[in-house]
């Protein structure tokens, strides 16, 4: 009866100790979460952003810390959207994504890291940073190409990257099919327009990064088709660039997106969404209109150095040709008009 009552006696001690150290185990993974000194946040983003990224960054972690006593510490990866996505999807391990457009976004929802409804959790849904398609020529114009119709005209040849492989030349595409149907007044006449320009293209390349190479250093081309933000920051670099923005273009929209499923397992949300937010803030929205994007806050947007720096376009929005699914069904899948033009004799 004694061996019995002292077993017993072991058995009850064990079980306290157990959940002593469970309930201590708790709250040492809730203060590593909440009240740690350090928090390890994972940004990827397109290329072109780097520059206002790095800036937003150094002061979103000193407001954190200043508000907060964690300091923050980025990790960072640029590239080109459509490989920061594959890379996200297949493992690249980011707690933000933002994104060249809402296509690859989708793309990684459908993947399952993110929840659906991510535009609706944002101001302006989603969209961070702006921009809009420019017209970059030779010193002097010589072809005086100032609108969509002169990259059909005789003797113009223009660079731009392939649709079916680069996300610019998405966006490329959809503001020259874009100005074609609403200078002409019709997709009967835009297509005519449209199939003639396509065979001025003397090369398609993979990415923007080529099509900047071909027309840059290879000297290909009268004109290329590039963001309004890369010529800014070409500019600010002492490089000498000509180019005009039609007056009827797209707004070329880039969303940002909590990851969710990684913060979930990082334990960081607090922190993520918090600099999420602060990339609309009027701090982080003069960063990117400073690195050449059209600020979505229209506190900044209407500063009068902004308003100098951006003509007055007419814009059409993705939601007006029914978003991103939409347009890759209408024009970019296998067979589809970028397709039956680019081949028609």
Not at 3 to 32: E, I, N
Request: aromatic share 8%; charged share 25%; glycine share 8%.
């Amino acid at each position: 009866m004694g061996a019995v009552k002292g077993r017993s006696l072991v058995m009850k001690r064990s079980l306290v100790l157990g959940l002593m150290t469970l309930f201590l185990m708790g709250l040492t993974s809730c203060g590593k979460q909440s009240s740690g000194d350090q928090v390890d946040v994972t940004l990827v983003s397109f290329s072109v952003t780097k520059i206002a990224h790095e800036a937003i960054i150094v002061k979103f972690a000193q407001k954190w810390k200043q508000e907060h006593g964690q300091s923050v510490v980025f990790k960072r990866s640029y590239g080109a959207s459509g490989t920061q996505t594959r890379a996200v999807i297949d493992g690249l391990d980011a707690d933000v994504v933002h994104l060249s457009l809402g296509l690859d976004m989708k793309k990684i929802e459908k993947a399952g890291l993110i929840q659906p409804g991510w535009e609706t959790k944002l101001p302006n849904d989603a969209i961070v940073s702006k921009s809009v398609a420019a017209l970059m020529t030779r010193p002097g114009n010589p072809k005086g190409i100032h609108d969509w119709s002169d990259l059909a005209k005789d003797g113009v040849q223009w660079i731009t990257a392939d649709p079916k492989t680069s996300g610019v030349a998405r966006w490329n595409f959809l503001a020259l099919w874009n100005g074609l149907v609403k200078l002409h007044g019709n997709e009967n006449e835009a297509k005519r327009f449209v199939k003639k320009a396509l065979k001025n293209v003397p090369i398609m390349a993979k990415d923007s990064r080529e099509s900047s190479d071909a027309f840059f250093k290879q000297s290909q081309g009268d004109a290329l088709i590039n963001y309004e933000n890369e010529v800014i920051l070409l500019q600010q670099k002492g490089v000498k660039v000509e180019y005009t923005i039609p007056k009827v273009n797209v707004s070329i929209d880039n969303p940002v997106a909590v990851v969710d499923k990684n913060v979930d397992k990082h334990g960081n949300r607090a922190v993520v969404e918090a600099f999420v937010q602060y990339l609309y803030s009027p701090e982080g929205q003069e960063e990117f209109a400073k690195a050449g994007f059209r600020p979505v806050n229209q506190t900044i947007a209407q500063k009068p150095e902004y308003v100098a720096q951006y003509p007055v376009v007419n814009l059409t929005m993705v939601k007006d040709y029914g978003g991103w699914s939409e347009i890759q069904k209408k024009f970019f899948a296998d067979g589809a008009m970028f397709d039956r033009l680019r081949n028609e004799s």
